[in-house]
């Protein structure tokens, strides 16, 4: 079984940057994607990676967000740029392109945009 460690959140002001990490126990999957939750509100898709280089973004964090990997420390990374206090939440990285609530869930890491 995979385990995922999520990294690299904080408290970051509206307009700053924040990278994030995944770093996976193993051999990354064919698709891998971030996923966030904000307090209240239901778990949804922010961004995705394949294997193949084909990548697919939240209409919420497209042109905000970037999404990256390295196979060679089974890693994988958000990069956010002019985040905003609705991007508030905790994010997890998983396989990509499966149902929610397929997944194990990891513990998250938090961000939160505010002045």
């Known amino acids: 079984q995979v385990k995922l460690v999520e990294s690299g959140g904080g408290l970051v002001q509206p307009g700053g940057s924040l990278r994030l990490s995944c770093a996976a126990s193993g051999s990354l999957w064919n698709a891998m994607a971030w996923y966030r939750q904000a307090p209240g509100q239901q778990r949804e898709f922010v961004a995705m990676?394949?294997?193949?280089?084909?990548?697919h973004f939240a209409d919420s964090v497209q042109g905000r967000f970037a999404i990256s990997q390295d196979n060679t420390r089974n890693t994988v990374y958000l990069q956010m740029n002019n985040l905003r206090p609705e991007d508030t939440a905790v994010y997890y990285c998983?396989?990509?392109?499966?149902?929610?609530?397929?997944?194990?869930w990891g513990q998250g890491t938090q961000v939160t945009v505010s002045s």
């Open positions: 990676i394949t294997s193949s280089g084909y990548k």
């Open positions: 998983n396989r990509g392109g499966l149902p929610l609530t397929s997944l194990t």
